[in-house]
C-alpha cells in the first residue's frame, strides 16, 4: 500500500439546510502533496455534523449540546489512556454505500491495535485526535471515477427515472455499447465520452473505469 496523506476540504450540501426536500452531504478530502487529487465521500446527516464539528477550519469553536458517537468514543479511548495515531481510508465503494476504513489505536508505550470501522468513523476519530488521515493512492487514482458516480447517484435521487417498458431498441443499444468496449482504441474521443456517461448510468463501473483510463490515456 502506497499511503498519501489527506487534508480535509470540508462538507458540501446539495440543497438549502432549510429546503424540505433530501439533502446529500459530501465530505471533501484532498491530496495533502502532489497533485491534490480530491476523494469524495457521501455522509449520512448524522455523520456530516459530527465531522463538521470536528473541522479544524470551523469558524464557530462551539461544542455540541450532545456529544456524537464518535466524539463519545474518543473520550472513552482518551480515559483508558489510549490515543488515534493514523486513520486510514481503505475502500471507497459509492455503488455499495461501503466507504470502509481502518484506525490504528496506540497507548503511547508498547500496545498498539487496529480497528475496521466505517471511512466516516475513522475521520472523525482521526480529527479528534489531531491524527494524520491517509488513504492508499490506488484509490485517489479512481476518485474522479467515484465523484461522477456520486454525481449519478445523486441525481437518479432528487429525480428518479419513471418505469417504463423494455423496448427492442435499448436492447440493442445495450448491446453495441458492450461491443464498443472490447476495442476502446478505435473510437473517437467523443463517442466515448458518450459511452462512460452511458455505462455510469447503468452502474457498470467495470467498464466506465476502463473507458475512463482510455480518455485519460489520450488527453
Given at each position: 500500500?502506497?499511503?498519501?496523506?489527506?487534508?480535509?476540504?470540508?462538507?458540501?450540501?446539495?440543497?438549502?439546510?432549510?429546503?424540505?426536500?433530501?439533502?446529500?452531504?459530501?465530505?471533501?478530502?484532498?491530496?495533502?502533496?502532489?497533485?491534490?487529487?480530491?476523494?469524495?465521500?457521501?455522509?449520512?446527516?448524522?455523520?456530516?455534523?459530527?465531522?463538521?464539528?470536528?473541522?479544524?477550519?470551523?469558524?464557530?469553536?462551539?461544542?455540541?449540546?450532545?456529544?456524537?458517537?464518535?466524539?463519545?468514543?474518543?473520550?472513552?479511548?482518551?480515559?483508558?489512556?489510549?490515543?488515534?495515531?493514523?486513520?486510514?481510508i481503505t475502500d471507497a465503494d459509492v455503488k455499495e454505500d461501503a466507504?470502509?476504513?481502518?484506525?490504528?489505536?496506540?497507548?503511547?508505550?508498547?500496545?498498539?491495535?487496529?480497528?475496521?470501522?466505517?471511512?466516516?468513523?475513522?475521520?472523525?476519530?482521526?480529527?479528534?485526535?489531531?491524527?494524520?488521515?491517509?488513504?492508499?493512492?490506488?484509490?485517489?487514482?479512481?476518485?474522479?471515477?467515484?465523484?461522477?458516480?456520486?454525481?449519478?447517484?445523486?441525481?437518479?435521487?432528487?429525480?428518479?427515472p419513471k418505469p417504463e417498458k423494455a423496448s427492442p431498441n435499448s436492447?440493442?443499444?445495450?448491446?453495441?455499447?458492450?461491443?464498443?468496449?472490447?476495442n476502446l482504441d478505435i473510437h473517437p474521443l467523443p463517442i466515448l465520452?458518450?459511452?462512460?456517461?452511458?455505462?455510469?448510468?447503468?452502474?457498470?463501473?467495470?467498464?466506465?473505469?476502463?473507458?475512463?483510463?482510455?480518455?485519460?490515456?489520450?488527453?
Amino acid at each position: 500500500m502506497k499511503e498519501v496523506k489527506l487534508n480535509l476540504i470540508g462538507i458540501f450540501c446539495t440543497q438549502p439546510i432549510d429546503d424540505q426536500r433530501i439533502t446529500h452531504y459530501i465530505l471533501m478530502l484532498e491530496e495533502a502533496a502532489g497533485e491534490k487529487r480530491k476523494l469524495p465521500m457521501l455522509l449520512e446527516s448524522l455523520d456530516a455534523r459530527s465531522i463538521a464539528f470536528l473541522n479544524p477550519n470551523r469558524g464557530n469553536k462551539e461544542a455540541p449540546r450532545l456529544p456524537f458517537s464518535q466524539h463519545l468514543l474518543g473520550e472513552v479511548l482518551k480515559k483508558l489512556g489510549y490515543h488515534v495515531q493514523k486513520a486510514i481510508i481503505t475502500d471507497a465503494d459509492v455503488k455499495e454505500d461501503a466507504y470502509t476504513a481502518s484506525i490504528v489505536i496506540s497507548d503511547g508505550k508498547d500496545h498498539t491495535f487496529s480497528l475496521t470501522l466505517r471511512a466516516p468513523d475513522a475521520v472523525a476519530l482521526g480529527l479528534y485526535f489531531d491524527a494524520p488521515i491517509v488513504t492508499d493512492d490506488a484509490i485517489l487514482q479512481e476518485s474522479d471515477l467515484t465523484m461522477m458516480m456520486i454525481h449519478v447517484k445523486i441525481r437518479l435521487a432528487l429525480n428518479p427515472p419513471k418505469p417504463e417498458k423494455a423496448s427492442p431498441n435499448s436492447a440493442t443499444q445495450w448491446h453495441i455499447d458492450n461491443l464498443m468496449t472490447h476495442n476502446l482504441d478505435i473510437h473517437p474521443l467523443p463517442i466515448l465520452q458518450d459511452l462512460l456517461h452511458r455505462m455510469i448510468e447503468r452502474e457498470d463501473y467495470e467498464k466506465a473505469a476502463r473507458i475512463r483510463d482510455e480518455i485519460r490515456r489520450r488527453e
